[in-house]
């Protein structure tokens, strides 16, 4: 059974949608419906509060971290339709936000940044069904494509594929690293999971495949970590209370297996993979973590949990 070693007081107002820390473990970031950001510093156990970021107008989703090769950035997104990157300076975060993305139509749901490797990008999913991917051009600037109707009824989530060179091993400092392929996988309204390529020759994504295997709305995906080995590894769940683990071991073939993890009695919300890869986190309307792992049989069993009484 895990155990709750401490608990932070954010101090929002409303209700906290996420929570993620940045790379290092030393850096925490929370968003809520009080539609602002706050920032903490995670020391020995002990928290300090060093930043509230306030641009949006309605309630923040998500916040997610770059890598810290890219400086301290941290983007948010919100129903109010923006994606918001802001910065942290020598004397602290600034309170003006480094850029805002205002392409979208409706609620900015999803965000995530790639791989250090492919460069600094942002993958943003929105209810107005589209995806868009901002990629910095330097000098606090980014370059914005888009995908139309991703999912017809919405995106939820999405997230990135480790990066893999597209036939030559390439040095990452050269520019040339912009020939890695790109993969996003996306969740929908739509009951839907999809994966998207980047064709670098037209400078578009394209779908690559459409996996069915939800009866309701897809509300999180999680591509796992590369862990070595040559199999491809995509975790959904969906408001019909699966998991499914979709898994390639070839991603030319494009012949994906799923398998349902497992059936619980609520909705799930969310997804997170372990660094290794090995681990994956899933919450869910019964208000539990739970912790699950895949057998030298094959079989995904659950390790342990966490509840909201601990």
């Known amino acids: 059974m895990a155990t709750v070693i401490s608990k932070i007081e954010t101090s929002h107002d409303d209700m906290i949608h996420d929570a993620q820390m940045d790379i290092y473990g030393h850096k925490l970031a929370t968003c809520s419906s009080d539609r602002n950001v706050k920032v903490f510093e995670i020391e020995k ?6 930043a509230v970021l306030k641009g949006h107008s309605g309630p923040v989703w998500q916040v997610a971290w770059a890598h810290p090769m890219y400086g301290n950035l941290l983007a948010s997104c919100s129903y109010d339709r923006k994606v918001i990157v802001w910065n942290e300076l020598d004397n602290g975060w600034s309170p003006t936000p480094l850029y805002e993305h ?7 749901n999803s965000i995530q940044w790639a791989p250090s490797e492919a ?11 589209a995806i868009s991917v901002l990629t910095s051009s330097g000098d606090n600037k980014f370059t914005s494509t888009t995908i139309p109707n991703a999912h017809t009824t919405g995106v939820n989530a999405v997230s990135w594929a480790p990066t893999q060179p597209s036939g030559t091993i390439l040095d990452p400092s050269s520019k040339d690293w912009d020939t ?3 993969r996003i996988v996306s969740g929908g309204g739509d009951n839907l999971v ?20 939800h009866s309701n709305w897809v509300r999180d995906v999680a ?4 862990t070595g080995f040559t199999t491809s590894t995509i975790a959904s769940c969906s408001h019909d209370g699966a998991v499914i683990i979709w898994q ?3 991603l030319t073939s494009g012949e994906w297996e799923q398998k349902r993890m497992h059936t619980f009695d609520d909705v799930v919300w969310h997804l997170s993979w372990s660094i290794m890869g090995d681990i994956l986190a899933v919450s869910g309307g019964d208000n539990k973590v739970t912790l699950w792992k895949e057998s030298h049989k094959s ?6 949990t966490v509840d909201n009484k601990q």
Do not use: R, Y
Not at 45 to 50: I, L, N, P, R
Not at 119 to 129: E, M, N, P, T
Not at 223 to 226: I, R, V
Not at 299 to 304: F, G, K, P, R
């Open 223 to 226: 591509w796992a970590p590369d």
């Open 119 to 129: 460069g600094l990008i942002l993958a943003c999913g929105s209810s107005d069904g």
């Open 248 to 250: 390639c071991k070839d």
């Open 194 to 213: 999809k994966i998207w390529k980047f064709n670098e020759m037209k400078g578009t994504w394209e779908k690559e495949k459409e996996l069915a295997g």
């Open 180 to 182: 890695t392929e790109k």
């Open 102 to 108: 205002c392409v979208h139509e409706s609620s900015v």
């Open 45 to 50: 156990g002990q928290q300090k509060q060093v």
């Open 299 to 304: 079989a995904w069993i659950c390790i342990s």
